[in-house]
């Protein structure tokens, strides 16, 4: 039962009934989203809401280790076994593999045995929840909460499968209100939700069905044209889909009163790879510099210790995302990146090429950003090599797709999407003065457009991989 089925979209309208029912009691409408988002997990697998609650009674008793124990080590411990948990279950088998190969170049014949090993949905992102619970604890920022009130903020449905990552200092209080909750961005939410099926349902898909996927899959077999368009529609592809799903459980979130933090702002208008950081998915950029690059030492201990910083911060985040080396070397590849900048800021000035030359310096960081993509869609180095093989060599293959046509009118959306972005600024202001009953009508035939515009199939959201 996906976020996008009609069977989660029923269920969500039902449970809506009780849930605004119980407005006046907060404490009550938190008990029904906590069970609704352990019911969503067990519908998918009854691990993932076993390993989620046994992971939260854990953090709830590193709270409280940290709160009644001053000093660093409990936090340490803490985030060890925070850690500690994600790695066994995400990272096992790609250490398993290091170490074994590792062992073998040694002459030992010693080796780690493979387990079998389910990784729980959204594991990556509820151990970022309890990081940022657990710091903020050690911090004195918030004090160590009852095990319903984290069981929620870990568990609560909308972001428990691919975010956005919440803070706890944030997040928390919307759920410790005991003031009611309220219904005030009931159009947005609504508008939200349709910009999501557009974007997941339709564009996304469509983009892979007809380009990113077909070029993927075989990428020799296409003119090095033709396999920039299948890179780009990756690129389009990727962004569509993740920022669509985003859009999805804030309107989710919204509808049952809760804030989720902003997570995108187009961020393929990015002028340099430091502005598209502070663009894309932003909840996990913002993550790793607070709880990574700056405990690391930030820009604090002189330039080369800021540049080493940057780049363990982005390998991190690509390993991150996943447990291969191709997430790890499109880590590196936006670090390398970061780094360059840097260094020519520092020769040239900061920010001078995107004041001097906005119009190229946004579409080379845009092209930068789809060519590390190839690491980060293909499923091995071979493969990433291949495609970047394709794209400097494939001349004499005939063209299948019309593709300097539609390269032409790819660069032209990257253009006007400030346009695009203000025509939802511009419906959300005029959908918001109709009445309440008046609002879905008039959103409703987008959706539906969208739905008879799409590719058969419900697709998956990318993020919840990983």
Not at 97 to 109: K, Q, R, S
Not at 115 to 137: E, R
Not at 294 to 311: A, C, D, E, V
Not at 459 to 464: E, S, V
Request: contains cysteine.
């Amino acid at each position: 039962m996906g976020f996008l089925s009609l069977e989660f979209a029923g269920a969500f309208a039902l449970f809506l009934i009780p849930y605004w029912a119980c407005r006046r009691f907060p404490d009550i409408q938190n008990l029904l989203t906590l069970a609704a988002g352990y019911f969503f997990l067990a519908n998918l697998h009854p691990w993932f809401a076993l390993i989620l609650g046994l992971y939260t009674l854990g953090i709830h008793a590193c709270a409280w280790l940290i709160q009644s124990r001053p000093g660093r080590i409990g936090l340490i411990v803490s985030l060890a076994l925070a850690v500690l948990n994600l790695a066994i279950f995400k990272y096992f088998d790609f250490f398993r593999d290091a170490i074994n190969a590792v062992l073998t170049a040694w002459g030992l014949t010693a080796w780690v045995p493979a387990i079998q090993i389910m990784a729980p949905l959204g594991i990556s992102f509820y151990t970022f929840h309890s990081v940022s619970y657990l710091v903020s604890v050690w911090r004195k920022e918030i004090p160590a909460v009852p095990l319903a009130d984290l069981a929620l903020f870990l568990g609560f449905f909308p972001s428990v499968v691919a975010g956005p990552i919440n803070r706890a200092r944030d997040f928390l209080p919307q759920i410790q209100t005991t003031a009611p909750r309220s219904l005030t961005q009931y159009p947005k939410a609504l508008l939200l939700i349709v910009l999501a099926i557009l974007k997941v349902v339709w564009l996304s898909a469509w983009l892979a069905n007809t380009w990113a996927d077909p070029v993927f899959a075989n990428p020799q077999q296409y003119h090095a044209l033709d396999a920039l368009l299948g890179l780009l529609a990756y690129t389009w592809q990727l962004y569509l889909n993740f920022s669509g799903y985003t859009d999805l459980v804030t309107g989710l979130a919204l509808l049952l009163g809760f804030q989720l933090p902003p997570n995108f702002r187009a961020p393929y208008l990015a002028t340099n790879l430091r502005h598209f950081w502070s663009r894309w998915h932003i909840s996990l950029s913002t993550w790793i510099r607070d709880y990574l690059y700056i405990p690391l030492g930030g820009s604090r201990r002189g330039f080369t210790r800021t540049q080493i910083n940057l780049m363990v911060a982005m390998v991190l985040s690509g390993l991150w995302h996943g447990a291969s080396g191709n997430f790890l070397i499109w880590g590196a590849v936006h670090g390398a990146g970061m780094v360059l900048l840097n260094l020519g800021d520092r020769l040239w000035g900061r920010d001078q090429v995107a004041a001097r030359l906005p119009v190229l310096a946004n579409t080379t960081t845009f092209l930068f950003i789809a060519l590390a993509w190839i690491f980060f869609r293909s499923p091995t180095l071979d493969q990433s090599l291949l495609f970047l093989q394709t794209l400097g060599t494939q001349f004499d293959q005939p063209l299948q797709f019309n593709s300097p046509l539609y390269l032409l009118l790819m660069w032209l959306a990257l253009r006007s999407y400030p346009l695009i972005a203000q025509s939802g600024d511009w419906l959300l202001d005029h959908i918001g003065r109709l009445p309440w009953g008046l609002q879905p009508l008039l959103l409703t035939p987008l959706a539906w457009v969208a739905l008879f515009l799409s590719p058969a199939g419900i697709p998956g959201f990318i993020y919840a991989g990983f």
